[in-house]
């Protein structure tokens, strides 16, 4: 069992856009200082376009540096205490990837005509994923989020992490899976996590329809699949519209970070969102470019706009810090209406009011302890409209 993934935060960043492996590495006591303890990597591998038309799974794509960069970036991170996940994209490949014809389904992944979809099923490309896998942890990574792991069988993965595992017992797997029964994936597949877009789903769409009924019944489901592994929770990521873009009433940002950082599972900040960045995901050529910006080469660059939402990242991951139950604390709703619902977790209760009036909860102990909110007031049971506030007693 893994047990340094109890505590991670990983902060989520898509090389290919942010910039090159040593610039990345210069933003590590950045990410520290928000509170996270794990650097998330998009694709580093050679490829042809976006990173996930891999073309050499053992070369860093020249676009970011060598493996000199890539054991300097290990060894800053070492340095901090901070842990790396790499991406693995082998569902597919790019078209310029060389290996045999048996190695490949004739299908284009999701229509895409630029990614030749690997047959699973040929002892050769399981064997070169584990050769794969097992060369970077060797070389230093921690884990390895999976991609497109909703369109390969479960037993491939088994088979895999069967083999790596005997030498990387530390080593933590996530698969991205978006729809499906997760318990029994995680169940078939023997990975350790998956990406939890179910939740991420109620979480915008709640706020925005003002229907928290929606996420009490997400939050349901995210307690029940608790026993089969720690999901991968998150606001936002590569492939989606931004959380500040997605959310159609700003002030109900906040609602969305107090929700991550009190939630069970294992928290991934994609970068800019601390920063309260906006972008759009259009499917289009060049749709992503948007999620996918470039950082400046140092944090005194950033607009003094964003850090007011980087301060309360800072702040909300303080408390979970300070709170390590929540990590697998089961969240249960005991209030709840379509604009108004009271979470507990442990001994946090999470106050979410997003209606235009203020609104008083029922059944708060006058005890209560504000530890933060987004307008402090003196009474712990009434939260301003549009507002929340995190309690203790």
């Known amino acids: 069992m893994t047990s340094w993934i109890d505590h991670a935060i990983w902060w989520h960043v898509y090389p290919l856009g942010f910039g090159r492996l040593d610039k990345i590495a210069g933003w590590l006591d950045y990410a520290v200082e928000l509170g996270a303890n794990g650097l998330q990597l998009g694709p580093i591998f050679a490829s042809e376009t976006h990173g996930y038309d891999t073309v050499d799974h053992f070369r860093i794509d020249p676009r970011l540096g060598d493996e000199a960069d890539f054991d300097a970036l290990i060894a800053a991170a070492r340095q901090r205490g901070v842990r790396v996940l790499l991406d693995g994209v082998f569902n597919h490949v790019g078209r310029g990837f060389r290996a045999p014809a048996h190695w490949f389904t004739g299908g284009d992944f999701e229509g895409h005509g630029d990614l030749r979809e690997l047959d699973h099923t040929q002892p050769a490309v399981l064997d070169h994923v584990v050769r794969v896998m097992d060369h970077w942890l060797t070389r230093g990574a921690d884990g390895w989020r999976l991609d497109a792991a909703y369109a390969v069988d479960p037993a491939f993965w088994k088979a895999a992490l069967g083999r790596v595992r005997p030498k990387h ?106 920063q309260a960045f906006r972008g759009i995901k259009e499917e289009r050529a060049g749709g992503d470019d948007e999620i996918r910006p470039a950082f400046p080469d140092t944090p005194g660059e950033l607009s003094p706009l964003g850090w007011p939402t980087y301060r309360l990242h800072e702040t909300l991951i303080g408390v979970r810090r300070r709170n390590p139950g929540l990590t697998y604390g089961v969240t249960t709703a005991t209030h709840l209406t379509n604009t108004a619902v009271a979470l507990r977790t442990g001994s946090l209760t999470l106050l979410l009011n997003v209606s235009d009036d203020e609104y008083r909860f029922p059944d708060i102990a006058p005890a209560a302890q504000v530890l933060e909110s987004s307008a402090p007031g003196g009474d712990p049971a009434l939260v301003a409209a549009h507002g929340w506030s995190l309690l203790t007693w």
């Open 169 to 274: 017992p530390d080593a933590w797997f996530v698969g991205e899976v978006i729809h499906g029964d997760y318990s029994a994936i995680l169940r078939d597949s023997g990975l350790d996590s998956i990406t939890q877009y179910e939740l991420w789903k109620a979480i915008w769409s709640s706020l925005n329809d003002g229907n928290f009924f929606e996420l009490a019944h997400a939050l349901e489901r995210h307690a029940a699949l608790l026993p089969a592994g720690l999901p991968m929770t998150f606001l936002g990521n590569h492939d989606v519209t931004r959380i500040a873009s997605k959310l159609n009433d700003p002030r109900h940002l906040g609602h969305a970070i107090a929700l991550l950082c009190t939630v069970a599972g294992v928290p991934s900040i994609y970068y800019g969102d601390e």
